[in-house]
Each structure stands twice: as structure tokens, then as C-alpha cells.
């Protein structure tokens, strides 16, 4: 049986019991909201242009971008362009920020290259750093359960970060590190090319949205990373501090899942 001090149990039964009514009906409250989203700048969704071809995969043909090519234009010698292994590779080396003074291994991501689903938090935490994968200390184990409630693997998702090292003491991370950093993480969302990017709190947010808007103004949307749909839901970690925010987690959740069964 699954451990309960991480509350896997509640994440199962939720899975088990799933609410009626998955997808939210267009209500009056959700049009006020898209009318607040689009009045404060920040995207709804709207679906991507179809795929072109495989070229498309390797960076040529990546749909009009904005905040995408203003951030790898604003970070010379990034990520831009780099195939999967050379992106490894660059990660590996990296010594763009401070962080590679005290990291003692990179964290680059985990999961399939093809991932339909992406997850992605902030930076790795010590348990990350020693053994160089992300998610795989308690918070790991939360976002694990909640994949499982899913009905997901971990294999069949891509889990990044938006830093690739660990900040010490697990701090916050500094501006200038998302900006050193963030062309990795731009980089591996283009050659993956998810349906969804599940963006876990404050951190990824921010970073990947380019706002500072607070996380509850954040979720239960679906917004839109460059063509691709994004929701925002609760780091695994704030999950842990505040389990009775696991309901309004598993509502994300149910979004995600009726956005990855929508055509
Ligand atoms: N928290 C994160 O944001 N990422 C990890 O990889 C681990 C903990």
C-alpha cells in the first residue's frame, strides 16, 4: 500500500470518485475571469497551428513567438536551436550563473522526449541535486501520486525545472538565474512540444508567463504558453506544508485532464 504521510490516499480516492461535470461549464464567472485576463494581458488559450513536419521539431518552424524568442534573443549563446543532446550537454556545463559554484550536478529533466504532458517546478531541492533528477525527494513522491491519480506514468510525462541547479539552502530563485536558465527550459518545451504544460506554483508561473499576478488569479484557466495550453496549480511542496489545498489542486487537475481529452 501506498505511504499515507504524503496523503496519497486523498490524491487515490479523488481518482476513484471523480466529480461530475469534469469539464466547467462556460458560467458567467468564468467570462468575467477571461474578461480580467485578457484586461491584465494575460493569454487564454487558443489551439496551436497544427504541427508542420518533423522540421518543425528542431526549432526552424516554431510557431510566431514572442516572450520565447525575446527571452533567447535577450540571452546570447543560449539554447536556442540546440538538438536534445546538445542541450544536455549545455546543460551539463553550464556555468551561466552563480548556482555552479555550489551545484553538485545539474538537474535537467526526466521523462519522454514526446511527453504530451509537461510538468514544471521551480528548482531542484538537495535530494535533486545529489542524484540529478528532478521531483525525487517528498515532493517527488506528491507529484508521483498525483500523476498515479491520473492515471500517469512518470515516464510518459516530461518534469523539468526552471532552474537546472539547486539554489543553496533552497532559497528562492534570483531573477538573473530564471534569465540564465529559462532558455533551457524554453528550448526543451519547443523539441518536446506538449499538448499541456502543467506549470507547479508561483515559480514557474511567473517565469514562464512572464507576470507576477498571484497564483490564485492564476488557476482554474486555461492559458496559453506560445500556442500551447497552460495551467497553473499548487507546488507539490506548498502541498505538503498546506494539505487542505489538495482539493483545489485535484480541481486543476481535473482542468489538465479535460484539456489532454479535448480534440
Ligand atoms: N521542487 C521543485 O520545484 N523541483 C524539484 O525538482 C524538486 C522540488
Redesign the pocket.
Known amino acids: 500500500m501506498w505511504q499515507n504521510k504524503i496523503g496519497v490516499e486523498s490524491w487515490l480516492s479523488c481518482a476513484s470518485r471523480p466529480r461530475k461535470g469534469f469539464v466547467a461549464p462556460v458560467t458567467t464567472r468564468d467570462q468575467l475571469r477571461n474578461q480580467y485576463l485578457d484586461a491584465i494581458g494575460v493569454q487564454r488559450w487558443r489551439p496551436r497551428e497544427p504541427r508542420v513536419d518533423e522540421d518543425s521539431k528542431t526549432g526552424s518552424a516554431w510557431s510566431p513567438i514572442d516572450v520565447t524568442d525575446a527571452a533567447v534573443a535577450s540571452t546570447p549563446n543560449a539554447a536556442a536551436r540546440l538538438d536534445w543532446e546538445s542541450l544536455q550537454t549545455a546543460v551539463a556545463g553550464c556555468t551561466r550563473c552563480a548556482l555552479h559554484t555550489t551545484r553538485t550536478q545539474t538537474?535537467f529533466g526526466v521523462g519522454s522526449r514526446s511527453a504530451r504532458w509537461m510538468f514544471v517546478?521551480?528548482?531542484?531541492?538537495a535530494?535533486?541535486d545529489a542524484q540529478g533528477?528532478?521531483?525525487?525527494?517528498r515532493?517527488?513522491q506528491l507529484?508521483n501520486a498525483m500523476l498515479f491519480a491520473m492515471g500517469l506514468k512518470r515516464e510518459e510525462v516530461f518534469?523539468a525545472?526552471?532552474l537546472k541547479c539547486r539554489p543553496p539552502g533552497?532559497r528562492d530563485p534570483q531573477p538573473d538565474e530564471v534569465e540564465q536558465c529559462e532558455p533551457y527550459l524554453i528550448r526543451q518545451i519547443e523539441l518536446i512540444q506538449p499538448k499541456l504544460i502543467v506549470a507547479?506554483?508561483r515559480?514557474?508561473a511567473h517565469s514562464l508567463l512572464k507576470t507576477d499576478l498571484p497564483l490564485a488569479k492564476l488557476r482554474g484557466q486555461t492559458l496559453n504558453y506560445h500556442g500551447t495550453a497552460l495551467i497553473v496549480t499548487y507546488?507539490?511542496?506548498y502541498l505538503l506544508r498546506s494539505p487542505g489545498e489538495k482539493r483545489k489542486a485535484w480541481q486543476d487537475l481535473c482542468l489538465a485532464k479535460a484539456i489532454m481529452e479535448s480534440p
Open positions: 538537474v517546478g521551480e528548482a531542484p531541492g535530494d535533486e533528477e528532478p521531483f525525487v525527494g515532493a517527488g507529484l518534469i525545472n526552471v533552497n507547479l506554483g515559480h514557474a507546488h507539490p511542496a
